[in-house]
């Protein structure tokens, strides 16, 4: 596999929640990879239990030279548990910005309770400033102020595809881009 500066961020559904599986397959092949988990609370024999899981259902990113990604995905033959997510305007496989994929990984990382994703992204979320995050554990990171739950957060947009929101920002903490 090629460590060229090529390599981008492919966003790809991987079938019946096997997500932590084919990213094995992809680690152990070399790729590098990112999987958002979270907490979950579950009820098991009356007791409360927290897991790790995977944030959002089937969905596993993959930074790659396209080519080295479409040889290991037909070398699984049919039996290949993923594909592409589809750009539907370009008819391309979506590539996740490398700037936009370290503030999603960054903000999805801290595991905060309060980080939100977001599938349906409406045009109203779309319309607040553009920051940057000056400090706190989301110190760096670029994207829309909004207000979720009553409180100030940034939003990191992957475009086509979902958004994650920061946990609480203090307006001092923001900068205008």
């Known amino acids: 596999m090629s460590d ?6 492919y966003a790809i559904r991987v ?6 599986k084919f990213q094995a397959l992809l680690q152990e ?6 999987v958002p988990m979270c907490r979950r ?20 990113f993959v930074k790659a030279l396209r080519d080295d990604l479409d040889l290991f995905m037909k070398s699984m033959g049919e039996g290949c ?22 503030d999603f990984i960054k903000i999805a990382m801290c ?14 979320l779309r319309e607040g400033a553009r920051v940057r995050v000056k400090s706190g554990p989301f110190a760096g990171i670029e994207g829309t102020v909004i207000r ?3 409180s100030r957060r940034v939003m990191v947009e992957l475009p086509g595809m979902l958004a994650i929101a920061t946990a609480f ?3 001092e903490e923001l900068e205008i881009l």
Do not use: H
């Open 148 to 150: 979720v739950k009553r």
């Open 111 to 124: 595991m905060v309770d309060d980080v939100i994703y977001i599938k349906e992204i409406s045009a109203r």
């Open 29 to 34: 092949a070399g790729f590098q990879t990112f």
């Open 15 to 20: 079938t019946y929640s096997r997500e932590l």
């Open 4 to 9: 060229r500066d090529d390599r981008r961020w």
């Open 169 to 171: 920002v203090k307006p």
């Open 41 to 60: 609370t579950f009820e098991r024999q009356g007791q409360k239990v927290v897991k790790v899981v995977p944030a959002v259902s089937n969905l596993c």
């Open 81 to 102: 548990p993923a594909r592409f997510i589809w750009d539907k305007s370009t008819r391309q496989p979506i590539v996740v910005p490398d700037k936009a994929m370290e």
